[in-house]
């Protein structure tokens, strides 16, 4: 029996020895190199990770949803109302022969009412809160496909000081550029690829409607189905503009605490400097392009402002808005349309959701206005608008935006 557990215990201690001798070979062939190592994990890490790039690559560049490469074609088109983004998509997708420049003051026009008014094909690139170096460059990349005319809205503060294209961080230049850098960042882009498998998702017939209900603003940048609809407002929409939001903006901004901004950035010299380089110069570079421009109709509080809390600033207006109509009268391809003194529209309060952002049925009047060239400015005489302007906020009581806010109101 002594033999007989000394036997087990011996061949279990073989056992175990060998066991640990397996182990001990198996730790010595890792620590050897010869099985799995970090190295080779990391290698590993590195292979997948291009693999995924590569993929989500390849999806954006299929589904593409800028538009940067064709057309929508195999996909539903879905547009991003980040307009600085979306437009360099549009230029390059979109049949035109007409654009529509401006700021938020445009931003809410609707392509089918200016094709209808003026009887052209555009494409509107307005872009909220832009400069002139901004607005100039957009133009140039779309006067790349030969429109034959371009309505331009410009507002005087426009050409105050902004960053220059590479320096702005607002704007995607290599987008308009299409450069190698562009194009990798937008086809490298995780937020492209995620875009790309949710339109992806959006042209799937049995998921179409459960993928439209899902897409909202808070998640996705393309939410977007009719590109006539980026930035426009419904026809019944009106309810933001009433006389008492206009004369609560005009309190607002001409507060002692707060009237400061009504001159922030207005340099005459600075302003005269990039007109020239930017508006005057591209035009001047197009002489086969109309080129109408019109001066938007701000609410008469915005000159009374003004006029009572930044005179100074009232001033350097007057006398560029001067600059710009002897200039642009020296250019045969510019027609000049100042909207700024049409009483009917700037006294009536009703129109406006602040004292310059004018309602969408302004927006149906300057079209017909544009049409019919009835505030055309004579180039013979381009300062006669700019006079009448003086006058109107010359005359014009302080105390008479109340009465006609209650008149309205009534």
């Known amino acids: 029996m002594a033999r007989a557990f000394s036997s087990e215990v011996a061949s279990g201690s073989r ?26 994990n990391l290698l590993r890490f590195l292979c997948a990770s291009a693999a995924l790039l590569l993929c989500a690559a390849a999806l954006t560049f299929i589904v593409d949803p800028l538009q940067l490469f064709r057309p929508a074609r195999l996909f539903a088109a879905m547009y991003s109302s980040d307009t600085r983004m979306q437009n360099a998509g549009l230029i390059r997708s979109q049949p035109f022969d007409t654009v529509f420049m401006g700021t938020s003051l445009a931003i809410h026009f609707r392509q089918s009412d200016i094709d209808q008014a003026l009887r052209v094909r555009s494409l509107k690139l307005a872009m909220t809160g832009t400069n002139s170096h901004e607005q100039s460059f957009v133009l140039a990349a779309a006067l790349q496909r030969h429109p034959k005319r371009v309505i331009w809205a410009m507002d005087d503060w426009i050409f105050c000081d902004g960053a220059e294209i590479d320096d702005d961080i607002y704007l995607p230049a290599d987008l308009y550029r299409r450069n190698v850098r562009g194009i990798a960042g937008y086809l490298l882009s995780g937020a492209m690829a995620r875009e790309s498998a949710w339109i992806l998702a959006r042209s799937v017939p049995p998921l179409e409607r459960i993928v439209a209900r899902l897409t909202t603003d808070a998640v996705f940048n393309f939410t977007i189905s009719d590109v006539d609809d980026i930035n426009a407002f419904r026809p019944d929409v009106e309810a933001p503009y009433d006389a008492t939001r206009a004369t609560a903006a005009f309190a607002h901004i001409t507060h002692p605490s707060r009237r400061a901004g009504l001159s922030e950035g207005y340099d005459y010299q600075r302003m005269v400097r990039n007109f020239e380089n930017d508006t005057f110069r591209l035009i001047a570079d197009h002489p086969d392009v109309v080129f109408d421009i019109y001066f938007p109709p701000y609410s008469i509080l915005q000159w009374v402002a003004m006029r009572d809390a930044s005179p100074g600033a009232l001033k350097i207006v007057y006398d560029l808005t001067a600059h710009i109509g002897r200039r642009l009268a020296e250019l045969p391809n510019v027609r000049l349309h100042d ?19 004018h309602s969408p049925s302004v927006d149906l009047k300057v079209l017909s206005w544009l049409a019919s060239g009835t505030y055309l400015v004579d180039g013979a005489a381009p300062g006669a608008a700019l006079e009448r302007l003086k006058a109107q906020v010359e005359a014009y009581q302080v105390e008479a935006y109340q009465v006609e806010a209650d008149r309205i109101a009534r």
């Open 339 to 357: 909207f700024r003194d049409v009483n009917e529209v700037t006294h009536d309060l009703g129109n406006y959701a602040d004292v310059i952002h």
């Open 15 to 40: 056992k175990e020895n060998a066991s640990k001798q397996e182990a001990g070979a198996s730790f010595r062939f890792n620590r050897n190199g010869k099985g799995s190592s970090p190295a080779k």
